[in-house]
């Protein structure tokens, strides 16, 4: 059996952690626990009550004297596994948990990681153009490619769409795609021409400006690093895409 105490051995730093992480290492641990390590854990099946009683019954706290504190951390922990669906019941009145399917999966902390990794960005709710294309690139921690990917698949999404030539890139091609159709002159083939000029040159204005900023990471200093910042651009990709979906001919 792998001790709590021994995947996060300062309590105070257990304490720090957010409940997604401190739910995958509690999600190791019971994964470690074989018959007669742990009656929190018999046979496959899970006990909250024994884990939180019998197991630590005679026993030494392991975390001295902020054990109290660690045990109200790790029922917030223990909430979350059952609410993301990696603890379920065995059957509806039955008091004793499984590991789920997706529970069944994560073992270690790699495998916590890379399912957290996935909830920053969920696949359901992104363009699949995105899904099928940059998705692999963020869970393997990729955040500036997946960037660049993602706003590629914009551009060439805009190129196609708009039955403009390979050579067509970059912003002078969303100027061209998004030009408001203003004053007699015909708009590009991509503007909303029931929008009001106004927004029909705003709209241009944000095709050139995000493709500007983000599609080139090589050459950009706003590309996102971190986990958190690199979905949200990618959603926003993602939202302009299906913005292309609605107004291409």
Request: aromatic share 8%; hydrophobic share 40%; charged share 20%.
């Amino acid at each position: 059996m792998v001790r709590l105490s021994s995947l996060v051995p300062n309590a105070t730093d257990l304490l720090e952690l957010e409940v997604e992480e401190l739910g995958g290492i509690l999600l190791i641990h019971l994964h470690s626990c074989k018959q007669g390590d742990c009656t929190a854990v018999q046979n496959g099946q899970i006990s909250q009550d024994n884990f939180f009683r019998d197991d630590r019954r005679g026993k030494p706290p392991e975390y001295g004297a902020q054990q109290e504190q660690v045990d109200a951390a790790l029922l917030e922990a223990w909430a979350w596994l059952q609410s993301e669906g990696l603890l379920v019941k065995k059957g509806i009145t039955d008091h004793w948990l499984v590991f789920s399917r997706r529970g069944k999966q994560i073992m270690s902390r790699d495998d916590v990681a890379s399912y957290l990794k996935a909830h920053l960005l969920p696949k359901r709710q992104i363009h699949p153009m995105i899904a099928s294309k940059v998705y692999p690139a963020f869970l393997r921690g990729e955040y500036d490619t997946a960037v660049f990917q993602s706003f590629r698949e914009v551009e060439v999404s805009v190129r196609q769409s708009g039955g403009f030539p390979p050579t067509a890139i970059g912003v002078p091609l969303m100027r061209d795609a998004f030009r408001a159709a203003n004053s007699g002159q015909t708009g590009g083939p991509l503007a909303d021409k029931q929008l009001p000029v106004a927004e029909q040159e705003a709209m241009a204005n944000l095709f050139a400006g995000t493709i500007g900023l983000f599609k080139n990471p090589q050459s950009h200093r706003h590309v996102p690093t971190h986990p958190e910042d690199a979905s949200e651009v990618i959603m926003f990709a993602s939202q302009l895409l299906r913005m292309i979906d609605r107004v291409k001919p």
